[in-house]
């Protein structure tokens, strides 16, 4: 058993954890209310690069789950960092959606359809065959290949995916036998940004989400503790035979609410 009272930070997963398209988990706003209550710091992180992060503030508070600035972290953003500080001045072709271009304008970085320095993909819902053969063109030229994630799929309502930017890194990969730095979850980089802008220790935090290959896995490659929730990607047989094994599993994030 864990004690909650002990964590002054919450990182929750958003897809599959707090929502379903845009239809909320049930018990997720009450969730997100007992932690506010608590004075209880949280973050919403996730993987999808696909929106910005002004379109997941909207979002959540159409939700009914209170979300500034303060509470969002994605991968886009991630990437956004990690791009104008690690590779300062390269140019990028993206795979990826125009709200994840505006994202990455943000942190200066310039893209370009000619002679990238860096092929970057995201999770790409405006995706076209024509991406994704100067992709391949500029791979082979050199270019170096970094993705937002690793999620091979993205939940849909009716229990229904669709394929994520690790699918579509998958078809690249293939075509190119380049394999990506994936800066999103499982990538501790992620987590890491967020305990430094926080200044809360890792003993102290604790990751919720419902993937294992990804949140899971950020949680036990940063430190963190964390807890697997079954309203998304995962059920228990993949659990069972999963290498990723979180400190406690509950059926969704309703059943956190009597914890705290």
Do not use: W
């Amino acid at each position: 058993m864990i004690d909650f009272e002990k964590y002054d930070l919450y990182i929750l997963d958003m897809d599959g954890t707090l929502y379903i398209e845009n239809k909320l988990i049930d018990g997720a706003a009450e969730f997100i209310n007992k932690l506010r209550e608590k004075r209880k710091k949280y973050l919403f992180l996730t993987n999808n690069s696909s929106v910005n992060k002004n379109d997941y503030i909207k979002k959540l508070n159409k939700l009914g789950i209170p979300c500034t600035e303060n509470n969002i972290f994605s991968s886009g953003m991630a990437a956004g960092i990690f791009i104008s500080e690690k590779r300062i001045g390269k140019s990028v072709f993206l795979v990826g959606t125009k709200a994840l271009k505006r994202e990455l304008n943000r942190y200066g970085i310039k893209i370009t359809n000619k002679n990238p320095d860096i092929v970057l993909v995201g999770f790409d819902r405006e995706l076209c065959y024509n991406k994704v053969e100067k992709a391949c063109k500029f791979l082979f030229d050199g270019a170096e290949f970094i993705a937002t994630n690793p999620d091979l799929l993205y939940p849909i309502k009716n229990n229904r995916f669709i394929p994520d930017c690790g699918s579509i890194c998958h078809m690249l990969i293939t075509a190119t036998n380049k394999k990506p730095i994936y800066i999103g979850k499982p990538n501790s980089y992620m987590i890491n940004l967020i305990i430094e802008k926080y200044g809360i220790i890792k003993e102290k935090t604790l990751l919720i989400g419902d993937r294992l290959y990804t949140d899971i896995a950020a949680g036990i490659n940063t430190g963190v503790d964390t807890i697997l929730v079954l309203s998304g990607e995962t059920n228990l047989a993949m659990l069972e035979n999963s290498n990723y094994q979180p400190c406690l599993v509950f059926s969704s994030i309703k059943n956190l609410i009597e914890k705290l």
